[in-house]
């Protein structure tokens, strides 16, 4: 069998994996035809973007292992518009209830996205922004505490990179082969 790799736009509330017990939520099989990938990593039912799946135990250990430390991007639209010194702890890491984070990459940005489905929550008196945020460790629910715990929690969450691969022009839903790298 010829090792693939897959890139996939998880959409929002798509449970990251291809059944459901419940038969009551979408899975990756609702948008991959695809037999024997498996996704490397996971992705939150409430956060959308890049999801890498493969038949090569050897890429997936790579891609999903926290010792290997493969940085994943993520776009993220906070409620408030985080200041520099929120910024700075972001980048520096922060107490969580299971301990400190490793250091990230934290920038202000002004991605253009699709829009989601049903929409964020609005409210009229608090402003959003977008931040970038690149971890090197994979906890639960990592970004959405890191944001919280500088005063400003997650309204939206996009992954657009994991190592060297980009979500690119991939719209949700949508994915593609991409070449597997040399073992």
């Not at 699709?114 to 409210?123: A, M, N």
């Not at 906890?139 to 309204?155: C, E, I, K, S, Y």
Request: proline share 9%; net charge positive; aromatic share 6%.
């Amino acid at each position: 069998m010829r090792e693939r790799l897959i890139l996939l736009n998880k959409p929002f509330n798509v449970l990251c994996q291809f059944t459901d017990e419940s038969a009551t939520k979408q899975t990756l099989a609702d948008f991959l035809p695809v037999k024997d990938v498996y996704p490397a990593g996971r992705l939150d039912y409430d956060s959308e973007g890049l999801v890498l799946l493969t038949n090569a135990g050897w890429l997936q250990h790579r891609i999903a292992n926290p010792r290997c430390k493969e940085p994943k991007t993520y776009w993220v639209q906070v409620e408030g518009i985080p200041a520099d010194d929120a910024l700075h702890r972001l980048a520096a890491g922060i107490k969580l209830n299971d301990g400190p984070t490793l250091p990230a990459g934290a920038t202000r940005i002004e991605p253009v996205v699709w829009d989601r489905h049903p929409p964020i929550r609005e409210r009229k008196s608090i402003p959003t922004s977008w931040i970038s945020l690149t971890l090197r460790e994979g906890r639960n629910r990592q970004v959405r505490r890191m944001t919280a715990a500088v005063g400003h929690p997650t309204l939206r969450l996009i992954r657009v990179q994991i190592g060297e691969w980009t979500l690119g022009e991939l719209k949700p839903g949508e994915w593609r082969d991409a070449p597997v790298p040399p073992a």
